[in-house]
């Protein structure tokens, strides 16, 4: 099986691209399968609630090849990219994107993750310092 398969809008064939026009807001996450070690990434079309495109594995590269499939006319016109804090997805998006820093929104779930550890880190030195 390829590393990425391309679904777009609702052909199921591998490799195939409708051409109904690129999301202007997309999700990017990944889902583990058979008992977690292994990973799909998918792309949402947020805005009609369908997959875009799945790649089986959470690589950059995978990103990178949805990209590609897009020109850089599809590419400005992306709005938003809705993902949590994963590197490789954040780098993916940097590097095609135009002023992706500006369009990249973390999801809620990982935000408040990353608050709450914060916020749990600074607690454990708060009652280290007063004991």
Known sequence: MEA??????KSSEEGKRQKEGPPSIIGID???????????????DMEKSGVDYIAYDRKKKSLDE???????????????V???????????????????????VFDRFHVIKHVNGAVDTVRKEENRTMA
């Open 4 to 9: 990425g398969m391309e679904y777009h809008g």
């Open 30 to 44: 990944e889902k583990s399968y058979r008992k977690g070690y292994k990973y799909i990434t998918l792309v949402y």
């Open 82 to 104: 809705s993902m949590d804090m994963w590197d490789p997805f954040m780098s993916s998006t940097m590097k095609h994107v135009p002023n992706a820093d500006s369009k990249i």
């Open 66 to 80: 949805y990209y590609n499939t897009l020109t850089e006319e599809d590419l400005s016109r992306i709005n938003a």
